[in-house]
């Protein structure tokens, strides 16, 4: 399987993908470049969420000294609106949306990324990203809330400071709610979490019980949390955090399971970034239960990574082509980029 063609499920969205191994005929191909260490200043006073600094709309940033968390100066989706529907034989369809978006400042460092960051440093990222979440989803209009960042340039990150995005809407958006409905449909079968029963899969793989399905997609686990990459992975490095008991949100995590999230995170990003030596791009999203009042027993936390470098800090993988008019196509295996992440440092690059 890791020599031919083939074709791979993603279980959570019901799509299928293709991966080529042979095009990958030795672990890198073509130039292999780094890009030297870029060292920031702590403090930016041009930066527009640095402490006590001015943002765009003229509101100032108060002096804070942890996380911080603010309405997005630009949202995406605006709190307030007239309410209205298009609907013209089904052929021309339109409907307003009204939401709140958020932005999450990591730290008051200016240079310093999650990867960076200590263990006590992401414990308060993922308390806000928890205080955000209940609080968001107690508003009778907010059904979903999509917790994401976007790192680096390359991914449309306007603003090197560490941030993330928080946006929370009327309606469940299309990914999620792909995972909903394949998630539901196994729920209703086999009363049991699709994922979980996933993961668990590949835990017994590792202990040597599925001799069958041949590679080590496991990079890391703790007590609480098993770090993969997943059996259809699409882009180069993508991973997944998924917790090893069945947890719908995010508010639903223990003190423990908060510090043992952290250590994941930062295992990742300290990986990712020791790959090429640079500040690894990705888009990481967490995937969670809606906030509709609903109870949603099918559901799985889970955080996805999708990471767009290939072979060296500037060679980035776009989706074009095949991947844009037919499905998504990836050289290198789960299974090989699996090997890279393990055998990364935990270490940083920037630390040696």
Known sequence: MNESSHRRLNILTNEWLLVSPHRMQRPWQGKVETLPYISKPHYDPACYLCPGNERANGNYNPAYTSTFVFDNDFSAIKKEGEPFSLNHSKLIQA?????????????PRHDLTLA????????KVIEAWQNEYKSLGNYDYINHIQIFENKGEIMGCSNPHPHGQIWAEESIPVEPMKEQINQMNYYNEHRSSLLLDYLNLELDKK??????????????????????????AVWPYETMIVPKRNIQRISQFTQEEVELFADALKIITVKYDNIFNNS?????????????????KEWQFHMHFYPPLLRSATVKKFMVGYEMFANPQRDITPERSAE????????????K
Request: hydrophobic share 40%.
């Open 95 to 107: 409907k307003s949306e009204k939401g709140i978006c958020r932005v999450v400042c990591f730290s």
């Open 280 to 296: 690894f791009p990705y888009s990481s999203g967490i995937h969670q239960a809606p906030t509709d009042g609903d109870e949603h």
């Open 207 to 232: 202990a040597g019980t599925h001799l069958d399905l041949a590679g080590e997609r496991i990079v890391y686990e703790n007590k609480s949390f098993v770090l993969l990459v997943p059996f259809w």
């Open 340 to 351: 890279v992440l393990i055998n990364a440092s935990t270490k940083h690059y920037s630390m």
């Open 116 to 123: 960076e960051l200590e263990l006590p440093e992401i414990v």
